[in-house]
């Protein structure tokens, strides 16, 4: 029987109208299939005409019903966690193109640390609740390492789980993990695109291409590509220059086994940011008693670019997914997923500091003769590889009042890393700190191996079983444990310092062989009460578990996490919430009280000077969110959270010397409206806000000690201009508002946040 396809995107009306028809077309396909000779053929004025009764919903574009994880087998109004969804409409609408981008959608989460001393993060760098959470990105469940910018061309949603993922994924970071759904081939021909110019030479274009290879059978191709080639609005030579392409096979669509065979591969060539001086910001003071005009020094210009324009972050990564399914039927699953990834980054950034010696002032009175010594030429070649196969089995049984939803899995997996130092990376000329000169060469720049590298290989084997138990219609009952078993081996030859080896000259190549084997164990148990079908209120107990070499990097250091010789960082949450789906399920309201706990890390005893994880930190808050259609054509989506942390054992980790935790803004704010006209002109705009933000420490001085809250508008309008092409302006930081987007640890370095900007773009469907 051929089916009938509507777009995704059908209206009421049309529903109504395909409604309609299907109503007036049943009879007829009925009487056509008795013949006159049929037995059961009767003449058609004794033919009682059935009631007929078609329902259909349009899909919310704001609004996710799931998780797309196996792993989560209830709705969300039904799991007890706080898990945000972002759907690849909401990003759209907003012009977002990158992980970093997107997770503006939920509060608190961000970019937030731009690095250590002489280093500078590239990439999604993210920060949540507190914690490092760059580890614990995935994408389609699988673990995806490295300090590179995730593009989101072919990303269907983005699940953000708050809370510890130890049970869920293993080794993670304490308070939650980030995983980007892919976009799958279906049984739906469907042509799209994007077309995108804007301020900051922003050049972009997508195309998304469907197509049915075989109905019967269920196979279908999809292709989804992008190029980009884009300045900064913020910032002079900041580059980024990327393409991508992702092609993806599905077959069996219509039965019981269904695979899909997905590749993608991403090639950047981008010129990185090191940061702007904070010279001038609130809370500088001079850094040299003897100079104490600085401390009223003039910012420098946010747009200036402080490294050179030879500076580059090249990437180069591909990854290949098998996916299978399969219904055995009397509700039982099989979910696998296969995967060899590999990324490669090789980049060359200049950073700087702004202490002391680099801080050059001959003539007090003429700052245009001040300087900034620009010595920090810090390079990358660093490649990722990971190998995996993930297994996971659903069974529902039981009758009556209970009923259970077990959800068991077995994933192995073997990652590896390897940098390798370069030396000759040549000399530049100190900058002017007003008018900073990217274009002055670069002395002895002659690239070589200097014999310095690390490998890293981690194995590793888990074990899952997940029980969803219904105690009738009022009662979700979940409990879940996991165990991992790995093995990490990390190899170096590393340069002796006068620290590290006394004994031997500076810069001596010295081996170094390490290695951590373990068993974590973590486990989760909530129970859900059910006030209405479409409401829910919940209680949840989760550990998780954060080894030495999480980063897939291990040390020898006695103050260091990742020395081997210290037990994992243990991490426990409570977390107490309501959800509600209202408007016939069409809006979602969210609220939660939670508190994480992280105990083991590493601190040193004031009176012996030795290390010990006596170290104990905790994040407690609340978090508000709503997001779906509140009426029609009006959609929304938005999040506030208010976090309270404190080091509650240990050193205070602030340069302030205030009892929080960095880089964690107190409150947070996100949301974005849009509402559809009847003349077709759809209208949005969003707003965010973000606390005042504490550095870490490292002894800097003078150095400002935390970046100022700050709020940004941005806004949206779109209008069909015919029935394929949807011309649509996005107009950000509508007040021109100066802020800082991250910030280093010792303060020399921030990111300036982008000025007022805007984009265009063609959005063509067909």
């Known amino acids: 029987m051929a089916t009938i396809k509507s777009r995704k995107h059908a209206n009421r009306f049309n529903l109504q109208v395909n409604a309609t028809l299907a109503a007036m077309l049943l009879p007829v396909a009925a009487h056509a299939g008795n013949p006159p000779d049929s037995p059961n053929h009767k003449p058609h004025h004794a033919h009682a005409m059935p009631e007929v009764t078609i329902t259909g919903t349009a899909e919310n574009d704001f609004k996710a019903d799931k998780a797309s994880s196996p792993k989560y087998t209830e709705q969300l109004v039904n799991t007890a966690q706080t898990i945000t969804v972002i759907k690849k409409e909401l990003i759209q609408q907003q012009g977002a193109v990158t992980l970093t981008e997107a997770l503006r959608n939920t509060p608190g989460v961000g970019t937030f640390f731009l690095g250590e001393n002489g280093n500078t993060n590239t990439g999604d760098s993210i920060y949540m609740r507190g914690f490092d959470s760059s580890t614990s990105i995935y994408v389609d469940g699988v673990r995806d390492i490295g300090s590179v910018s995730r593009d989101v061309f072919n990303i269907e949603q983005i699940d953000v789980l708050k809370g510890p993922a130890g049970t869920d994924n293993g080794r993670a970071s304490p308070t939650g993990s980030v995983n980007l759904v892919s976009k799958q081939a279906s049984m739906e021909d469907s042509v799209s695109g994007t077309v995108t110019a804007g301020t900051g030479s922003v050049k972009r274009a997508t195309a998304d291409l469907n197509t049915v290879i075989n109905e019967r059978s269920g196979s279908a191709f999809r292709l989804n590509v992008m190029a980009q080639d884009s300045g900064n609005p913020a910032r002079d030579i900041v580059n980024n220059k990327r393409w991508a392409i992702a092609p993806s096979f599905a077959f069996g669509l219509n039965g019981p086994t269904r695979a899909y065979v997905n590749f993608l591969h991403v090639d950047q060539d981008n010129t990185p940011d090191g940061g702007v001086p904070t010279v001038g910001l609130p809370g500088y003071s001079s850094p040299d008693p003897k100079r104490p005009f600085l401390t009223n ?22 990854m290949l997914t098998f996916k299978l399914e399969h219904d055995f039927g009397r509700g039982v699953k099989l979910h696998n997923t296969a995967r060899y990834g590999k990324t490669q980054q090789d980049y060359l950034l200049t950073a700087f500091t702004g202490t002391t010696a680099n801080l050059v002032t001959p003539d007090p009175a003429n700052p245009a003769g001040w300087t900034l010594a620009r010595t920090n030429r810090t390079v990358k070649d660093q490649t990722n590889e990971i190998l995996t196969n993930q297994t996971a089995v659903t069974l529902d049984f039981g009758r009556g009042p209970v009923k259970h939803t077990v959800v068991a899995g077995l994933e192995l997996a073997n990652e590896k890393q390897k940098n390798v130092g370069y030396a000759g990376l040549g000399t530049l000329a100190a900058a002017p700190l007003y008018a900073p000169n990217p274009f002055l060469p670069v002395a002895g720049l002659a690239p070589v191996r200097n014999g310095v590298r690390s490998d890293a ?43 590290t080896h006394p004994a031997l000259p500076v810069g001596t190549l010295v081996p170094v062989a390490l290695d951590v084997t373990d068993t974590l164990v973590n486990g989760k148990v909530s129970a859900l009460y059910k006030p209405t079908p479409q409401s829910s209120v919940y209680a949840l107990v989760a550990t998780s578990k954060q080894p030495p070499g999480t980063n897939l990097v291990l040390s020898t250091s006695a103050s260091n996490a990742s020395n081997p010789r210290f037990e994992p960082q243990d991490s426990t949450t409570t977390e107490v919430g309501a959800k509600w789906d209202l408007l016939k399920k069409k809006l979602s309201l969210t609220a939660a009280l939670y508190r994480t706990t992280v105990k083991n890390e590493v601190e040193q005893d004031p009176v012996d000077l030795q290390y010990y994880q006596t170290g104990r930190k905790q994040v407690q808050g609340v978090e508000l969110g709503v997001t779906g259609e509140v009426a029609r054509n009006w959609l929304a989506n938005a999040g506030y959270t208010r976090m309270d942390t404190e080091v509650e054992s240990g050193k205070v980790v602030t340069a302030s010397g205030i009892n929080n935790l960095s880089y964690t803004p107190k409150q947070a704010f996100t949301a974005w409206t849009s509402y559809t006209l009847p003349m077709g002109l759809k209208l949005g705009g969003g707003a965010r806000f973000v606390d005042k933000l504490l550095r870490g420490t490292d002894g800097a001085v003078g150095t400002p000690a935390f970046a100022d809250s700050y709020w940004v508008f941005d806004a949206m309008a779109s209008y069909n201009v015919s029935k394929n092409v949807e011309l649509q302006l996005n107009v950000y930081n509508l007040g021109d508002e100066q802020y800082i987007a991250a910030i280093n640890k010792s303060g020399y370095r921030y990111t300036p946040g982008a000025p007022r900007s805007a984009s265009l773009t063609a959005n063509i469907r067909f």
């Open 297 to 318: 020094a003039a910012p420098v210009d946010p747009d200036g670019f402080y490294g050179s324009a030879t500076d580059y972050d090249k990437v180069k990564a591909d």
């Open 457 to 499: 290989t981690v194995n590793t084997q888990s074990l899952y079983a997940f029980d969803t138990l219904h105690l009738g219609d009022k009662w979700i009952i979940n409990a879940g444990v996991r165990a991992d078993h790995f093995d990490i081996g990390y190899n170096a030859i590393a340069l002796s310092t006068a620290t």
